[in-house]
């Protein structure tokens, strides 16, 4: 029974994973044809980056509200009131897309009030405008993807995600160094690439979506007649809590960044590094919670209380073995993995210490992730966000400062606050679905 469970968790996971990497992919190729311009360029690229990642993973979160209710829709046999969500979800997320970009926009001026180097200012305030301007399509996308998600139809935005590693690498070379007749934009030019692989991504995957023979009974066109309220609160019910849920995390560990920063340029290089290398295994995790989001809905649209709590347990297990294994692979790689980033001896001596910690926090950020995820395949989003404020903000980050500054533990504090944050965070999860899926399960 749990194996075929497991099977059927890691039949959605792959398609998804492929896709996720797709798109860590993109901002891989991004640093290394920017970094061909120089430090400066770089630079500039990395604070803008920085600082859009905190809205647009905002966004990400607001559009996640789709894939539940409609694979809940779809689990109870309701086909139109999935493209119903869809249409709801197009309105909420562009809408929100706006807003984004607006406030992408303001924070853009603050780069000046950061004490960064005068020469990365400018370029980095165009740069991030840029990026907000393609929150648009990437909202779009997302709509269409989490759509797609939630009755299972995964290839599609896979594919389309690996073609736009193309348009991205061929956008690069022509506005950034200028080719066929554009002159060379610079960083600029990657702003502009970036919007182009976006939009891309969204119009074909709304393509495939309208024109597919499978999903034409769930009626995915853009034939709004009115805005559903209700819907629209359902949606920012779950999309609101979801955005705030990525918040506290990804700006707690930007937090990090900002304290291992004190420490020097060798510890900040180390942290990055080691950051890096953990996010590969960290997107295979989000890949198993966002199957795990799929099943779980599904189980709950059925009223099966058994099948949710199946599709979330073995979700975890099947997370749980894989980042195990991550954690081994870092623990024998440890000086080998660093080797491919940069050859400065420091460096590779503290990330390979930091793989350590690295590899005992896998289970316990697997764990975390997916229970948000099945958390949110029962629409239960007000508790997780308060066990994630409380986990990164009220344990891991204090504690991090204490160990580091007050133990003097330097960056290796700061990383078991990491590890007190994603151990805590996964242990409250796991308590909450337990408790959650025993009860008598009710549509939103």
Request: charged share 10%; glycine share 10%.
């Amino acid at each position: 029974m749990l194996l075929n469970e497991i099977k059927k968790t890691v039949h959605l996971s792959i398609p998804i994973v492929v896709g996720q990497l797709g798109q860590m992919l993109m901002g891989v190729v991004d640093n290394i044809m920017v970094g061909k311009l120089g430090a400066t360029a770089l630079a500039a690229a990395s604070i803008a980056n920085s600082m859009f990642m905190l809205v647009m993973v905002v966004g990400f979160g607001l559009t996640m509200a789709v894939t539940p209710l409609t694979a809940m829709a779809w689990g109870a046999g309701k086909d139109k009131e999935c493209g119903m969500v869809l249409r709801q979800g197009i309105l909420v997320n562009l809408f929100s897309g706006m807003v984004l970009c607006g406030l992408t926009f303001f924070l853009s001026e603050g780069i000046s009030c950061l004490n960064q180097p005068p020469e990365i200012v400018a370029p980095a305030s165009l740069y991030m405008k840029i990026l907000g301007v393609s929150i648009l399509p990437l909202m779009l996308f997302q709509s269409y993807r989490q759509f797609a998600e939630g009755v299972s139809f995964l290839k599609p935005a896979m594919v389309i995600t690996l073609l736009a590693n193309i348009v991205n690498v061929a956008g690069n070379q022509i506005f950034i160094f200028g080719k066929l007749g554009i002159p060379a934009l610079g960083l600029t030019g990657a702003g502009i690439a970036t919007i182009s692989s976006r939009a891309f991504m969204a119009l074909a995957l709304m393509v495939v979506v309208t024109r597919s023979s499978k999903m034409k009974r769930f009626d995915p066109f853009l034939n709004f007649t009115k805005i559903d309220l209700s819907m629209v609160r359902k949606l920012l019910g779950i999309g609101i809590p979801a955005g705030l849920q990525y918040f506290f995390e990804v700006s707690a560990f930007s937090a990090s960044a900002v304290m291992i920063g004190w420490m020097g340029t060798t510890a900040l290089a180390a942290h990055q590094i080691a950051l890096n290398i953990a996010h590969i295994s960290f997107m295979v995790a989000m890949g198993i919670s966002s199957a795990a989001t799929i099943r779980v809905s599904n189980a709950v649209g059925r009223q099966d209380i058994q099948g949710t709590r199946r599709a979330g347990f073995s979700a975890v297990i099947l997370c749980a073995l894989f980042m195990a294994s991550a954690g081994l692979v870092f623990i024998l790689l440890r000086y080998i993995l660093p080797a491919f980033y940069i050859s400065d001896k420091a460096v590779i001596d503290i990330t390979a210490s930091l793989l350590i910690i690295i590899a005992f926090f896998q289970v316990s950020d697997g764990t975390q992730a997916v229970g948000i995820g099945i958390l949110r395949g029962m629409t239960d989003m007000k508790i997780p966000t308060l066990i994630t404020l409380v986990a990164y903000w009220l344990l891991g980050l204090p504690s991090g400062y204490i160990l580091a500054f007050g133990f003097d533990m330097g960056i290796f504090g700061v990383w078991c606050g990491l590890l007190i944050s994603l151990s805590a965070s996964g242990l409250f999860m796991m308590i909450r679905f337990n408790a959650k899926s025993k009860k008598i399960i009710l549509h939103p």
